[in-house]
């Protein structure tokens, strides 16, 4: 029986984690490799929401509206994924007259999804003080992955890799401050509905809405006081 990307997941992920090559070259090549990509990138996107759930939480998100933001959330992280992975492929096209196939968009999809694994364990930016620190490391750490599987999917040098991968990125910026502003509004509007509030996310307005609970939790206390008194 053929060994598939999908049952070799985690040695996988591990692989990527550690900057192995190995595990970029198996991921084109095994069977269900770009499904593989796809999941991880979206466990990733699952994995960063639960991070940033707090937001949910201080905008008082329903146990059922909470869980369907999550997903949400997840599946925008998976789109704006396939976004970076065309963008990159552009950009490959662009600076090195790579052919445009459809194998090469395969093999940047694979490695890009599997680059997100460091992403994984996004869920610890919820850490207190901690959180803005892992969620670089984490970011670097992909980047990494990215420039290593990236490497060995369209067999570039180095600076050839890193290059690809920074024109890939600006592009992907650009295109979303242009031409990609409906599918944002649309995502944002995604995100209110499926929390059935307005979020606020601003971390300010957040900060200003705790210490209003806060404030009234204490007065409540106060006045039950006094009027045990």
């Avoid at 984490?138 to 490497?151: I, N, R």
């Avoid at 944002?188 to 300010?204: I, R, S």
Wanted: proline share 3%; with cysteine; charged share 10%.
């Amino acid at each position: 029986m053929t060994e598939t990307a999908l049952d070799k997941f985690w040695e996988l992920v591990w692989g990527a984690i550690a900057l192995d090559t190995s595990a970029f070259e198996q991921i084109q090549f095994l069977p269900f490799g770009t499904i593989t990509a796809l999941l991880i990138a979206l466990i990733a996107g699952f994995s960063q929401a639960i991070g940033q759930g707090i937001v949910l939480f201080i905008n008082r998100v329903k146990p059922i509206r909470f869980i369907l933001s999550l997903i949400i959330a997840a599946l925008l992280f998976a789109f704006s994924y396939i976004f970076w992975v065309l963008s990159t492929w552009v950009a490959s096209i662009i600076l090195f007259a790579i052919y445009p196939s459809l194998t090469a968009f395969t093999a940047i999809a694979s490695v890009l999804g599997l680059a997100y694994a460091p992403q994984i364990l996004s869920f610890f930016v919820a850490l207190p003080y901690l959180g803005v620190p892992i969620s670089v490391i984490l970011s670097l750490w992909s980047f990494l992955a990215f420039l290593t599987g990236l490497k060995v999917a369209l067999g570039l040098g180095t600076w050839q890799t890193f290059w690809c991968s920074v024109l890939g990125w600006a592009v992907f910026q650009i295109s979303q401050r242009t031409i990609g502003r409906p599918l944002i509004a649309l995502g944002h509007w995604l995100e209110t509905t499926a929390a059935g509030v307005n979020l606020v996310t601003n971390l300010q307005a957040l900060e200003e809405i705790v210490q209003t609970g806060l404030q009234r939790r204490i007065a409540t206390r106060v006045r039950d006081r006094g009027g045990r008194r």
